[in-house]
């Protein structure tokens, strides 16, 4: 009877389990790092948003300014079709007046990394949002819209 020499065979053994556990593990960090990325992104947008909202001298400009800052954190982190959504509280018509406050939410979908674009754009991803509501201030003067 013959016996089979073991030489090799923890060595194989060993890449094959590295190659099943670790590439998954990878992926995951991967994963993980994107959605945070983007976690990072959407809140950073939001609260630029409502603080450039509030420098403006009055409520047409508001808006564009909060969408440009919005935009440019989103583009910091590389973000690229999120919803921005501005709204007045307690209503829109006493925006940019004391005691008022705007609130800025931001929306954005992160694809999951290394999918292929030929499996369509809606196969997956996480969404994150942020919510700000910056206070104008008892005590400002009333800015006129």
Sequence with gaps: MRT???D???T????WLTLLLLVPFVYILVAVFDTQRASYGVSTASRSAARAF???PDPAAAEKRARL???VALEDQGLDGA???ITC???SAECLQPGSSVRVVVRATQPLPLTPSALGSQLGG???DSTHTEPYGSFRKERSG
């Excluded at 194989?12 to 890449?15: K, N, Q, R």
Aim: glycine share 4%; hydrophobic share 50%; charged share 15%.
């Design 83 to 85: 919803s921005v959504r």
């Design 89 to 91: 509280l307690p209503s």
């Design 69 to 71: 800052a919005a935009r």
């Design 4 to 6: 089979r020499s073991q």
């Design 12 to 15: 194989i053994e060993f890449v």
């Design 54 to 56: 509030l420098q403006a």
């Design 8 to 10: 090799g065979t923890a």
């Design 126 to 128: 996480v969404t994150v």
